[in-house]
Structure formats: C-alpha cells, structure tokens
C-alpha cells in the first residue's frame, strides 16, 4: 500500500502543482489526513495505566551490539543496511534537481520520476511475497543490492529521460528488498541460513 501510495502520489502531486499551484497541493494533502484523523478520535482505548520502567537503554543497546558482534551473519546485514541507509537512500533528495537541470522538467518530471521509483518498489515487494521461504535470502539481498546499485549508476549517467525513467524503475526495484529482506529473515530465520 505505501509503495502504491508512492507510485500514484507524486504522478497525482506533479500536474496538480504545474497547473493549480503549491498551495492546492498543500490543500488538498491536508484535506487527505481528515479521514484518519476523524478515525483515530472515533476509536476507544483503555485507560492507560503507566508502568515504570527502569532505565536501561544504554545497557540493551549494548546488548543489541554484542549480539550482533556474535551473530556475523545479521550483525553484517545490520551493517550493510546502515551503510545503504547512511550513503545511498538520499538520492531521493536530489530527484527534484535532477528533474529541473538534467531533464529541463517541472514539477511533473519530478513526479513521474518519484512514480516509476514506486513502480520499481512494487515490483520488488511482489517479487519478495513471491518467494518461498527456504530460498536463501541473503543471495536474493545481495543481487538486489547489485540491481540497486547499478540503477542508481545507469541513472546518474542518463540524459535520455524515458532511459532515466527504466533505471529509476530498477532503483526501486532493488531498493524494496533492503528495508524488506530483513523482516523476512525473522519470519523465517532457520530456513534463511541465519541461525
């Protein structure tokens, strides 16, 4: 659902803003949150009862090291992801000077590059439900990791707007498995290889 969200969003977003302005796209973004809003005060909760908690968070953080420095298989994907996260996930914000100086587009191109990067994703998350559950994912994390990383290569080096618009698709693609692939080796963490 939020990689649908992110498929329709920014191509919906994109030709509101070139045509009716930012503060119709503001307007309209706010309007969207009435619903959840009016949800989330219609449901009824129990009384909360506070529980005093010790404080340990630096000890269990600790812990949480020392597990991973014991566990190499997920303490190394653990890493991979920070790298990923820390160095390569930013490209999002660099999409809007792409759109206006390499492909001498608006707000549209912006918004169709942000769509086909969310088509990508949900090809990837279909391709990741898809998978059996012996398959070992640390492979599957790793091709995808090659498939991310040569998008984003093909990418940076494309002046061809509908070739940049394949390679964003195949940046989303490789890039659903890096927030995805984990949470499938904990539903199932024997038949993965993890241990």
Do not use: D
Not at 46 to 56: A, G
Not at 89 to 115: D, E, H, M, R, V
Not at 118 to 141: D, T, V
Request: overall charge positive; some cysteine; proline content about 6%.
């Amino acid at each position: 659902m939020v990689n649908l969200a992110r498929l329709i969003g920014p191509a919906i977003s994109g030709l509101v803003l070139e045509n009716l302005g930012a503060g119709i796209c503001f307007l309209l973004n706010a309007l969207s949150f009435v619903s959840v809003i009016a949800s989330i005060l219609l449901m009824r909760f129990p009384e909360y009862i506070p529980v005093p908690q010790p404080k340990k968070v630096i000890r269990e953080f600790k812990e949480g090291l020392k597990y991973l420095k014991r566990t190499r298989s997920i303490g190394y994907i653990m890493l991979m992801l920070a790298c990923v996260s820390l160095m390569v996930l930013p490209f999002i914000t660099l999409l809007p000077a792409y759109a206006k100086i390499i492909f001498n587009g608006n707000a549209s191109t912006f918004g169709y590059l942000n769509s086909t990067i969310g088509l990508g994703a949900i090809g990837g998350a279909i391709f990741l439900a898809s998978l059996r559950p012996e398959i070992e994912l640390k492979r599957i994390l790793f091709i995808n990791l090659i498939i991310f990383g040569a998008g984003l290569m093909l990418f940076s080096h494309l002046t061809c707007f509908p070739l940049a618009l394949f390679a964003a698709m195949l940046s989303g693609f490789g890039m659903m498995s890096q927030s995805a692939t984990p949470s499938f080796k904990q539903m199932y963490p024997v038949k993965c290889g993890v241990g």
